[in-house]
């Protein structure tokens, strides 16, 4: 199992940002798929899951109506829109499946600054 995070960067407040995150060796349409995050001195956290099957989404409460999780079954990625990007979404974000695989990718760090 790998994942493969890409499309980060820096951008201003108010911004946006389309992360990528190809997997490999499965198949995301058996599992959900989550986005994470991990800012400086934190511990990682959940924002967003999409389903295996539909298009069904959870958001954290931190990110809801500014990101949106997608999926490209065809092409084994999964995509997260991020608008109106604040500092506070500053962080390294990962992808993994559910449940959860032990095998992290790199991730790709966002910084949100002015």
């Known amino acids: 199992v790998q994942f493969v995070e890409s499309g980060g960067g820096l951008v201003q407040p108010g911004g946006s940002l389309r992360l990528s995150c190809a997997a490999s060796?499965?198949?995301?349409?058996?599992?959900?798929m989550s986005w994470y995050r991990q800012a400086p001195g934190k511990e990682r956290e959940l924002v967003a899951t999409i389903t295996s099957v539909g298009a069904g989404t959870f958001y954290a409460g931190s990110v809801k109506g500014r990101f949106t999780i997608t999926r490209d079954n065809d092409k084994n990625t999964v995509y997260l829109q991020m608008n109106s990007l604040k500092p506070d979404d500053t962080a390294v974000y990962y992808c993994?499946?559910?449940?959860?695989?032990?095998?992290w990718g790199q991730g790709t760090q966002v910084t949100v600054s002015s």
């Open positions: 060796g499965f198949t995301i349409t058996s599992n959900a």
């Open positions: 993994n499946k559910q449940p959860r695989s032990p095998e």
